[in-house]
């Protein structure tokens, strides 16, 4: 069998919701500069979810925490994300899986994803051992009930969270 060359120009997509970044997330996007050229880092309109955050917030913190590369760019998305990947040339997309629990899940979703879009390869990537247990909603919810998030976030994104906990306890 002939191996082929790896294209260096190939486009993977990381969509998320991204609320907030957490430093897995951070880590998941390194991980995956380190196998494409580009990057897209796709934050999902989150229509299906009440998220903390609107979207432009969320845009605001990815685009600082993924400042440091070059070659990834932040776009927001609405409706399906086939159409979003296919219109962006995108040929890898790619997930972040922590734990077991979240293969079940991911595997249903790359199995519809492939049959959505046939031409584009879903990648899973798990962050380092240290961000495994990280989510935002976990991170939403320590903060929410004055934990320390230190260790979870950016120092950025850590104001953010903090300040719009404080201004959901004002309303």
Request: aromatic content about 8%.
């Amino acid at each position: 069998m002939k191996a082929t060359a790896m294209s260096h120009d190939v486009i993977a997509v990381y969509p998320g919701t991204f609320d907030p970044i957490t430093l897995g997330h951070e880590d998941v996007v390194r991980r995956a500069t380190q196998l494409f050229s580009h990057v897209i880092v796709a934050v999902a309109a989150g229509h299906h979810k009440k998220t903390m955050f609107n979207l432009e917030e969320r845009m605001q913190m990815v685009r600082e925490a993924v400042s440091i590369y070059p070659h990834v760019q932040v776009e927001s998305f609405h409706g399906l994300l086939r159409d979003f990947v296919v219109e962006r040339g995108g040929k890898a997309m790619v997930r972040g899986l922590r734990a077991v629990t979240d293969f079940d899940y991911e595997f249903q979703l790359a199995g519809m994803n492939r049959t959505l879009m046939p031409e584009v390869e879903t990648v899973f990537l798990t962050p380092s051992d240290r961000y495994q247990f990280i989510s935002s909603t976990f991170v939403r919810e320590i903060a929410t009930l004055d934990g320390e998030i230190d260790k979870f976030v950016s120092p950025s994104v850590r104001t953010r969270l903090l300040q719009k906990v404080q201004a959901n306890r004002g309303s």
